[in-house]
Structures are given as C-alpha cells and as structure tokens.
C-alpha cells in the first residue's frame, strides 16, 4: 500500500445519526442534512456526496492531463458520476459510471484524457480493484 509523503490537504467532517442524520466539516462550508437513498426525505446521502467528489477530482485530474499537452480543457467539460449501491449475496456494494463530456476535442483525444485521469485521479485510484467502474466519454 503506498503511503503519502507529504499531505496537501486534510478534509475533516463530523457525522452524527449515519445515514439519517447530519454531516459538517470543520470549516463550516459543508453543512447537509444526510437521509437514506430513495426514501423521499429531505437531505442528500454518501452516495451522491461521493459522486460529486470523484467526478470533481476526475474533471482536475483531466486538466493536469490537457496541461501535459500544453492544452486547456473546454470551458464546459463535464463528467455526470452515478454512484450504484446494490447487494451481492446479501452484502453491500458500490459500483460507478463515469460520462465525461469534453465538447469540441476529438474522440481519440478525450479518450486518452479519460484514461489518463483514471490513473493519476485520487478517487480512481481508491476504487481501482475495489468496485466495477465504467468510463464513458460523451460523444
């Protein structure tokens, strides 16, 4: 297992009530009310939450690959994450898809950013043998 060197950042939150209760982080900028998927109450749940990170982290790890290139990513890039939680012999588990927009690149370059990204992004990595993901890039 490979271990960090130097920490860039720590991001710290407090959970009370698991899935039917409340998440803040330390400075106060993340501050949501947290309800089990599908129920119809109000507040958002780990698997959304996990969706927006990755897919954040995945739209910069592009960008570190379009700037190798001496390229700029387009303005309205996207990636829309869907975060599956579904059971498997009574067990829990997650799986992912990834749909990348990149609008106005060509394919085979977008594709090569897509891949690249899912071996430099953080989120990628942590899941990488761990959960089924599949990578689609937008046409």
């Not at 990204?117 to 953080?122: I, K």
Request: glycine share 10%; aromatic share 6%; hydrophobic share 40%.
């Amino acid at each position: 297992m490979m271990q960090i060197e130097k920490v860039l950042y720590t991001g710290k939150t407090h959970t009370t009530g698991g899935r039917d209760g409340f998440t803040r982080s330390s400075d106060a900028e993340l501050d949501v009310k947290l309800s089990p998927p599908g129920n119809g109450k109000a507040g958002t749940n780990p698997e959304q939450l996990f969706a927006a990170g990755w897919s954040a982290c995945f739209i910069g790890a592009m960008g570190l690959a379009a700037c190798k290139r001496k390229l700029k990513l387009p303005a309205d890039t996207a990636v829309d994450a869907e975060v599956d939680l579904g059971t498997t012999e009574g067990a829990y588990f997650l799986q992912a898809r990834l749909t990348v927009s990149l609008p106005g690149l060509d394919t085979d370059l977008a594709r090569a950013f897509v891949e690249e990204a899912h071996q430099t992004c953080p989120y990628s990595k942590a899941t990488r043998g761990n959960i089924h993901v599949e990578l689609i890039v937008a046409q």
